[in-house]
């Protein structure tokens, strides 16, 4: 079976927007850097898969992530790629200078719902590192530049522990105020349930935030991505961050693991009958040839049980 029957749920959004980050949250997290070629390669055939918004890479210090050192490189073999949403980490002027030099349209800054998250992965506490954003967003919003607000550690902390709603709500809501266009709730350890998920996107609304302006990003840690992510749909979220075959985690927050493999995220929308635009046989051969590179299976369970499904003909 290479498909799941379909149940249209109507009280579910019609359509989906897959935000793919395999490419940036994935490969950041590799313990070797994976050339550049078949970096570009990689987003190329996601791409081809239909996938259509696609986090290429980060504009950040080298020093800090050598993995994603490539960036403009990355970006120059990308050129030829049109049609397609190409956002990158921004965390500074100095890559915000980077990014528009390599000719990108999308960014996204990346802040924290906890101090110690903000310090372990920006050298900033949570006020500096909001003042460090400010002058990107209004710089890259003056040049024509889209722009989206990550929050990290929405669910809990590892170090902090409990990270309360209203905590998540005040960097929101700064966020929003700089002039971010939409906002990703990130789960960076996966430790966020259900219930957790209603609670905090209610929160959100209730202070005013659109659920357009919402999209999620849950790590698969602790194996709550997909209920997380039917629990954001059933609240009215449309915009869902994944990454293809599970690849990902953060190298400042010991206890990452992948992200929800954009696999499982289209077998159960298929199923749902929530449109994405998503060849699900095309992205599990994409998956399929990236695992082979990376010399590891990957951990998406509909990679695996599609791949075995087809080996037994
Ligand atoms: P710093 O060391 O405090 O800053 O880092 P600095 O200004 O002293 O810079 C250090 C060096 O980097 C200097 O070089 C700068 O010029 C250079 P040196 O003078 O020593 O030769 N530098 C840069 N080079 C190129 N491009 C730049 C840039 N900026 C500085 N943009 C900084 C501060 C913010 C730069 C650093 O902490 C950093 O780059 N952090 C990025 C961390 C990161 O990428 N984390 C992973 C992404 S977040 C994530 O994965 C979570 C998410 O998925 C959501 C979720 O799951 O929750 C989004
Ligand atoms: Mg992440």
Redesign the pocket.
């Given at each position: 079976m290479s498909m799941p029957d379909r149940h249209r749920r109507t009280d579910l959004p019609a359509s989906v927007t897959i935000y793919e980050?395999g490419a940036?949250?994935g490969l950041?997290n590799e313990a070797t850097v994976v050339p550049v070629e078949v970096k570009a390669e990689f987003i190329r055939r996601l791409a081809g898969a239909g996938l259509s918004t696609i986090e290429a890479t980060?504009?950040?210090?080298?020093?800090?992530?050598p993995q994603?050192a490539d960036a403009d490189d990355l970006m120059a073999r990308l050129d030829s790629v049109h049609d397609l949403r190409l956002p990158v980490?921004?965390?500074?002027l100095?890559?915000l200078e980077?990014a528009l030099a390599a000719g990108v349209r999308e960014i996204?800054v990346?802040a924290?719902a906890t101090e110690t998250f903000s310090r372990r992965?920006?050298?900033?506490s949570l006020d500096e590192a909001l003042d460090?954003f400010a002058p990107v967003v209004v710089e890259a919003t003056r040049a024509g530049l889209w722009v989206r607000g990550?929050?990290?550690?929405?669910f809990g902390d590892p170090w902090e522990g409990r990270v309360p709603v209203q905590q998540v709500v005040g960097v929101s809501r700064r966020l929003l105020e700089m002039g971010c266009s939409e906002l990703?709730l990130?789960?960076?350890t996966g430790v966020g349930t259900p219930g957790h998920v209603h609670a905090l996107i209610g929160g959100l609304v209730a202070a005013g935030i659109g659920l357009k302006q919402l999209a999620v990003?849950f790590?698969d840690t602790y194996g709550q991505a997909l209920a997380n992510t039917l629990a954001a749909l059933e609240v009215g979220v449309s915009t869902v961050d994944a990454s293809a075959g599970g690849l990902?985690?953060?190298?400042?927050?010991r206890s990452?693991t992948g992200?929800l493999a954009t696999e499982d995220l289209v077998w159960m929308l298929n199923g749902l009958g929530i449109e994405t635009g998503v060849d699900l046989r095309q992205l599990v051969d994409t998956s399929l040839w990236m695992a082979a590179h990376l010399g590891r299976p990957s951990p998406s369970r509909v990679v695996t049980a599609l791949a075995a499904a087809r080996a037994a003909g």
């Open positions: 980050v940036r949250d950041q980060s504009f950040v210090s080298p020093k800090w992530v994603l980490l921004v965390p500074n100095a890559g980077r996204a990346f924290a992965n920006l050298n900033r460090m990550y929050v990290s550690m929405c990703s990130g789960d960076t990003h790590h990902g985690g953060c190298p400042f927050a990452a992200n």
